[in-house]
Structures are given as structure tokens and as C-alpha cells.
């Protein structure tokens, strides 16, 4: 029977939601997510430190511009489906071979069109130094990528735990390649191709599990059908992918052509710095979006509680590392790299901010691709896209890499306006009282 006095009304529930099963499928899929890319992040962090360090901020830079390169085309790679996909084997479990066989047919399509394209731009755009050979072998990885999509079989049945041993597995083995070839003191183009590996072994191994786990892919059908309508849902998140890759790209792209190798080895180190535990939050949204799906089947107020809960808590979360990290920036920069890359840590200071902006509007992006809202996504990061690149164009060569931070402060800014969209949706309309 339940207590009648508030307080141990409120007691009562809260031991029942902890207790209950749906409580403990959601955190033991996010508990597999967090605990092995936590052991992954603390092994490829040190591994990457040695690696800038290693290389130097010139040959570092020429890595990290290639890198920024080949993403610039993973627009075309990835066609914006993933979310969607994940959102339709939520809704349709019973037609995962469809929904997998038409998403991979898609996806390798894409992935031999955004190789090529990566390599005709490195042929036309690229200076012709050795960042166009570590392009052109970059690139190749779109073609395996396509086969991560099983990941997300495994998250729509809250089975996080296969997609973390493959990842923490795969940095393992990369990285103690990456080990190898400092110890015999190789170059960047080796590390190019530890790049292009990853990306097979992720493919092999997410074939291995999910044949143990659900059976061979070969069951997969590609259905028309299905296919022209993950493309209808996903096209205007394909032109959010193309705004989004490009603010989170250009920069790197536009400090090498504007100042030098060098500028962009010293801005990515930073970069990485302040990037390293944004892992965090995406591991959460994940793997909460299946309970804010279902809760909007079942009951308005959990639902708005759900969405607004997780947008506070990302916020929060972002906002208690950025402090520190901002203060202790030189610090931070100099136990690192060492005195060599002095020079990012205004860019630390200014960046780390940015994760408060992407924090913010993670939870948004999956309240709006549930609720449909695409539109708004769309003009958000066209809008975030456009100042980005007019702010580069101005800030880069009035005050180097630490105006390329800024410029990407403000325009991740502008991706948290959606936030106020949260009240003018019509579920939300509903008083908060409604019942299940």
C-alpha cells in the first residue's frame, strides 16, 4: 500500500522508479557506455598527448588539417540517417531487416561517393605537401564507417554493452599501433593508415557481435520503400549535417590556408584538450532517448520532465568543467604538451565554453528529431554555419587561432536558441498534471 504523507509518498516512488526494471535496463546500457569509453578516453588520451608531443605542432598540424578535410565530406557519408534509423528500430523492432538493410545500402552508396569526392577536392583544393596523401588515405575509412549503423541496433534494444567492448576493444589495439610506430619512430603517414584500420576493425567486429548476438547480416533486405523513407525523414538533417560538419571543420581548414601548419597544430591540441570529456553527455543522451520516446506514448508530464531534466543536466555538467579548465588553462596546456604549444592555451580558455553551448543543445536535437522538428535544427545550424565562417573570415587573420575560438564560440552559441522551443511545442501544451 502506499504512504499517504508526501514526504514518504515521495520516498516510495523514487525507491520504486530505482528498484523498477526499466530504471535498471536504461543504467546498466548507460553504465557499459560510460565505464568502457572512460577506460578507452584515459587510454587514447595519454597515447594522443605523446603523439602531439611526438610530432611537433608543423607535422601535428599537417594530421590534424587532413582530418578536417576528409570530415568536411562526411556529410555525404553519413546522409544524416543515423538518428532516424535509431529512432525507427525504437518504433518498429519487428522490422530490423529492413530498416538495417536498406540504411547499409544507402550508406555504402554514400560512402564510395563522399571517398571520391574527398579525394577530387584534395586534388583540386588541397596544397600538394603530404597532407593530400594522408587525405586521400583518410578518406577510404567512409566506405567501412558504413557498417557502424549495428550500433544502433544494439542502443534501440538497450544493449550498450556490445558496441562498448568493440570500441574499448578497437582503442586497444590502435593504439598500441600508435605506440609502435613512435617507438620506431615512424611518421605521419603511418598513422594514417592506423586511421584507415580503425575503421575496418570497427566494421569486422560490429559484423562478429551482431551475428552472435541477433544472426548474420545476410538477413538484411534492402527495401525500397523503407529506404526513400529514412531519406524523406533524414534530408533536412542531411543539410543540418552539411552546417554542423562545416562550423565544426572549417576552422581547422581555414587557419591552414589562411596562416599555416603549424597554426593548426597548436589550435587542435587545444581543441582536443577541451573536447576530451564531451564524450560524456553524448553517452547520456543516447541512451536516455529510448525512455523520452516511450514516455511520449504514455504521459505528457513525464515526457516534458524527461527532456527538461536531461537538457539541465547536460548544462550543469558542461558548466562545472568549463570553469576550471578556463582558469587553468596555461596549466593545463604546459603539463600536456610541454612550452612548445604555449600558445593554445588562449584557445582552451575560450573553447572549453563551447562544450556549455553543445551541451545544451544535445538534449534539443533529440527532443526536436522526436518530435519532428527538423526545421528548426535546419535554420539553427545554417544560421550557426553562415556567422561561423563570416567570424573566421574576420577573426583568423585579426587575432590567429584564438579568434578562430571565438568565432566558434559565438556560432555554437546560436545552437541553444531552440531551447525556448521546448514551451511552444503543442505536446507541451498539456498541463503538467496529465495522467499516464
Not at 315 to 333: D, Q, Y
Request: one cysteine or more; hydrophobic letters at 50%; proline letters at 3%.
Amino acid at each position: 500500500m502506499e504512504p499517504n504523507t508526501p514526504r514518504t509518498q515521495l520516498g516510495w516512488r523514487l525507491k520504486n522508479f530505482i528498484n523498477g526494471a526499466g530504471f535498471k535496463k536504461y543504467s546498466r546500457s548507460t553504465g557499459w557506455s560510460l565505464g568502457t569509453r572512460i577506460i578507452s578516453l584515459v587510454i587514447s588520451f595519454f597515447v594522443t598527448l605523446y603523439m602531439v608531443r611526438y610530432l611537433g605542432p608543423e607535422n601535428y598540424g599537417q594530421l590534424s588539417y587532413a582530418i578536417s578535410f576528409v570530415g568536411i565530406f562526411s556529410i555525404l557519408a553519413t546522409l544524416g540517417i543515423d538518428t532516424v534509423l535509431y529512432r525507427d528500430l525504437v518504433k518498429h523492432p519487428r522490422q530490423v531487416n529492413e530498416y538495417m538493410g536498406s540504411a547499409l545500402g544507402l550508406k555504402l552508396m554514400a560512402g564510395v561517393a563522399a571517398t571520391l569526392l574527398a579525394i577530387g577536392g584534395a586534388i583540386a583544393l588541397s596544397p600538394k605537401d603530404i597532407s593530400f596523401y594522408l587525405i586521400v588515405i583518410i578518406s577510404l575509412t567512409y566506405i567501412f564507417n558504413s557498417f557502424n549503423i549495428i550500433a544502433y541496433e544494439f542502443q534501440s534494444h538497450v544493449q550498450q554493452k556490445y558496441p562498448s567492448l568493440i570500441a574499448l576493444a578497437t582503442t586497444v589495439i590502435l593504439n598500441a599501433l600508435k605506440v609502435a610506430v613512435f617507438y620506431f619512430d615512424k611518421g605521419i603517414i603511418y598513422l594514417s593508415f592506423i586511421l584507415l584500420l580503425e575503421s575496418l576493425l570497427y566494421a569486422s567486429l560490429y559484423i562478429i557481435f551482431r551475428q552472435k548476438k541477433y544472426g548474420s547480416i545476410l538477413a538484411w533486405k534492402f527495401d525500397r520503400r523503407i529506404a526513400v523513407s529514412i531519406l524523406k525523414d533524414s534530408w533536412p538533417l542531411l543539410l543540418t549535417s552539411v552546417f554542423a560538419v562545416i562550423y565544426t571543420r572549417i576552422d581547422q581548414v581555414m587557419i591552414k590556408n589562411m596562416l599555416d601548419s603549424e597554426s593548426v597544430g597548436l589550435y587542435d591540441a587545444a581543441v582536443r584538450l577541451a573536447e576530451v570529456w564531451n564524450f560524456i553527455p553524448g553517452i547520456i543522451a543516447s541512451s536516455l532517448f529510448p525512455a523520452i520516446v516511450n514516455a511520449k506514448r504514455t504521459s505528457t508530464a513525464t515526457y516534458k520532465k524527461r527532456v527538461l531534466a536531461l537538457s539541465g543536466s547536460l548544462i550543469g555538467l558542461a558548466t562545472v568543467v568549463a570553469i576550471p579548465v578556463s582558469l587553468l588553462s596555461g596549466f593545463i596546456i604546459n603539463l600536456a604538451y610541454g612550452p612548445e604549444y604555449a600558445a593554445s592555451a588562449g584557445v582552451l580558455s575560450i573553447y572549453t565554453w563551447a562544450s556549455v553551448c553543445m551541451a545544451s543543445s544535445l538534449a534539443m536535437h533529440y527532443f526536436l528529431i522526436n518530435e519532428n522538428r527538423k526545421g528548426v535544427l535546419f535554420c539553427s545550424s545554417l544560421l550557426a554555419m553562415v556567422v561561423n565562417i563570416a567570424l573566421n573570415l574576420y577573426m583568423i587573420p585579426a587575432y590567429g587561432i584564438n579568434g578562430a575560438a571565438v568565432a566558434t564560440l559565438i556560432s555554437y552559441t546560436l545552437l541553444s536558441f531552440p531551447l525556448y522551443y521546448v514551451f511552444k511545442i503543442k505536446p507541451f501544451e498539456e498541463p503538467l498534471n496529465a495522467k499516464a
